[in-house]
């Protein structure tokens, strides 16, 4: 029984009618090209539509050529074969679900002779029975054709094959050999790792993940560079403690001991306490200064400023200068990090001290605001004053807190004149240089500001101050 | 503490002051007393060992001054503060602190305390800052100062808000935070150093009033600060 038609309906070429297969070995006649030429390649294309109303009970392909083939279904390769005396049968009972199937052939001619042979033949459940021969229905996709194998429809260029021989004509005479049966081939399910889907989400998660890791890279080398402050400050501190704390208890205890051996008056030994007792103070001072550095609940501005004012007060006090605070209201608690309010306040107390050294003023004044995000501290005196051009470069007291506010990305200025007395202006970032580096990175943009650190010595003559000041 | 030098004209003592020491450490506690002792101003009637033994004992002495330690063991200092003014509204308390913490000695004055000292403090400036509390106008340094003010100005502190600084005690305040003595501000205002010390000694009590306002529980469990540092 052979029904082909209405099977491939358009999908063939017009004009040859179907013949039917050999019904000793199941086959077509040999198909090629009008054109034949050695070292040939020649790709050979068909559709079959399979009905949804009757499920496929058996469905197998013989297929060979002269000198090789390619075989694809639905444009997946089901298999090659190189001997054109034997035939290879395949299986396709599981692959030709109802809907449209596309065989594509590309044949492969060495010399001389070439042809393809086939023949499909398709067992239906309810009794039907299409067979389908390599003839004339089939097509030649030119050479150029990309993507030919999954095409669903044939193309505009596309040309009828040609029957060059009759199964079992000249030149192909000998009868197949034999017929080789592969496995029955199943269809290709995809996993859900081979879906689309789940590959771009999969990429899209690596894609994450390196973006994160490198995020934590980032984050690891700013927490090194944490660290390493860390490290600074402890070497630091503990000099500190070692210096000042050390030599101070070796103090003591040489004054104790001269006071112990005292074998004169009662006025002598009496001195000696005196300056222990005075050495001891200081030291406790000293003691507390520290640790004001590095207590960590100290860490917030309003402590600056008040460590500073205190500061500012003790020891202007002790120098016989007046000292005047004006603090902003309502400062904020926000974290003052400790290398940079070390630095201001090393750098306040520079100032401090050359105001009492050289300025001769009665008062001093300790100003102390804070804005968004920058510190601002001024210290000022009336007094002589001098011609910034005319410092020694070398050896001034106001290098020193150029250096330490460039330490700590602020900025100093210092505005005198002789006889119009001093003003030191020290600002400093309230976050320090490190964490703004790593922002400057992140966000790949400008440099923030303050970030250049810059000190510098300014001529000009001091503005007056308003009545709220200064008494004349 | 930036105290002036207490000049003993002033005013006549009726005789020594008595004081009370509380102090945790043996050695400390032991040398204070002579210390206090050998002014003739004092007298050290009592030394405790601990906040628990101060409430125990020292309501019956009824000492005219008492010497607090910040940190004691389990009762702090300043909850110790906060009880004994309840019990001994006249006696005044000074706090001892071995390093310079404004915010906490900020939370002494607020629990009652009169004044505060540096453990290392000059006997003289002991002398004179002793004597100063007793007449009620302890000094008061800048910084406590803007915190005092501060403290005034902030809003939403329930019936509290009540007690008010006048405008002439904020005007003091604001000179002291600025770091002019008491000397210098009588000369400001154009009063006496004595008048200068009275709105002190108004102020403290202000201060004393509004936090007796809020409840001594304050000071109990949340802010010992031995738990903080």
Sequence with gaps: MVVEAGLAGEASPSGTSARGLDPEWGVGAWIWDTNRFDKQTC?????????????VARARLRITADNGFRLLVDGREVGRGSDWRSLTEYDLTALLRPGRHVFAVEAFNDRLEAGLLAGLVISFMDGRVVEIGSDTNWWIVPREERGWERRRQPGPGWRPAVVVGAFGAAPWTTRPLAVTEVPPLRPLELRFWQ?????????????????????LMVRLAGQREAERLLQRERVRIARDLHDELGAGLTQLLLLAEVARKEPGPWERVRESLEALCGRARA???ALDEIVWAVNSRRDTLRDFVSHTCKYAQSFLGQAGVRCRLEVQADLPAAPFALPSRRNLFLAVKEALNNAVKHSG???VFLILRCGRDLVTVIVEDAGRGFDPALLPADRNGLANLVQRMSEVGGHCVVESAPGQGCRVTLEVPLHPPTTRGWKRFRFGGSDPPGAKAAGELRAMPMPCRGADGRKP | MNAEVYKPTDRALPGPLRVALVEDQREVRESWARLVGSFPEFRCIATCASGEEALRTLPALRPEVILMDIFLPRMSGIECTARLKATLPDSKIVILTASDDDEMVFLALEAGADGYLLKRTEPESLRAALLDVWKGGAPMSSVIARLV???FRQKGRGQADTVRLSAREEEILVLLSKGYTNKEIADRLEVSTETVRTHL????EKLHVRSRAEAVARYMTARLPRAEG
């Design chain 1, 361 to 363: 003023a009665a008062e």
């Design chain 2, 201 to 204: 000694k108004h102020i403290y």
């Design chain 1, 43 to 55: 790709r050979f294309w068909r559709a079959v539509d399979i009905p949804s109303d009757a499920p």
């Design chain 1, 195 to 215: 879906q689309g889907w789940f590959q771009l989400t999969l990429l899209a998660c690596c894609g994450a993940t390196v973006v994160y890791c490198v995020g």
């Design chain 1, 283 to 285: 030291l406790s001072v």
């Design chain 2, 149 to 151: 003010v501060e403290s």
